[in-house]
């Protein structure tokens, strides 16, 4: 069963730095999205793009958040300069078309810490 | 009030028993609703969609009441592999799903 895929699965930075999340999304999925969970915590929507373009974004997701579909398999997180409650599981996930009972196919995550 | 609710639990259940639970919502222009299952620090896994006349999959079923707002999960003869946080997924627009905090499912042997 084609799976959506993480890297790094656990990134350690350091206050003030940049980190680029990345995913690969199932192949012929066209929505994609970024998800967080702060541990113990529940998942909050960061941003959706469809079609190359942002299509929706969150209160989170502020100047310090992009994302970017550089190459057509790839869609990357960038957080620019990370604070101490950027500390999260990054989930990546994607769906497969407009149909709006289409579920969400999640990615492995990302575990960031800021130090 | 929050946008999706659901009983934190957790809910200690023992092995071979039926557990219901449910997960409300606020917002009437919800149009997808979803059962997820998360395992601690793993991803959400889709469980199932919840349709508009109520849908089985083996021993899960999942029931919406668009009226009173809310969503439903029972699980039949639980097994100690069901032991999770079962997440309420609600889609209010083509793009955003909001989630509940999770409803945690300890199954006893």
């Known amino acids: 069963e084609p799976e959506v895929t993480q890297t790094p699965s656990h990134q350690v930075t350091q206050m003030g730095q940049e980190v680029i999340l990345r995913c690969v999304p199932i192949?012929?999925?066209?929505?994609f999205y970024w998800y967080r969970q702060i541990l113990g915590q529940k998942v909050e929507f960061l941003v959706s793009f469809y079609n190359n373009e942002i299509s929706e974004k969150s209160e989170i997701f502020d100047d310090q958040f992009s994302v970017e579909r550089p190459d057509g398999s790839n869609f990357t997180l960038k957080i620019r300069s990370t604070k101490l409650e950027d500390s999260a599981m990054y989930f990546c996930a994607s769906s497969p078309g407009q149909v709006m009972n289409s579920p969400l196919h999640f990615g492995n995550g990302t575990r960031l810490t800021v130090t | 009030r929050k946008e999706v609710e659901q009983d934190p639990g957790p809910f200690n259940v023992p092995e071979g028993a039926t557990v219901a639970f449910n997960c409300t919502y606020s917002n009437s222009a919800s149009q997808s609703f979803f059962w997820y299952r998360q395992d601690c620090r793993k991803e959400p896994k889709l469980l199932m969609s919840?349709?508009?006349?109520?849908n089985e999959d083996g021993r899960f079923t999942a029931q919406l009441n668009r009226a009173s707002q809310y969503i439903s999960l029972l699980i039949r003869d639980s097994k100690l592999s069901d032991s999770a946080t079962y997440l309420c997924?609600?889609?209010?627009?083509?793009?955003?799903?909001?989630w509940g905090a999770g409803t945690k499912l300890i199954i006893k042997p």
């Open positions: 919840v349709y508009s006349s109520g």
């Open positions: 997924a609600v889609k209010r627009s083509n793009y955003q799903l909001i």
């Open positions: 192949s012929n999925h066209l929505y």
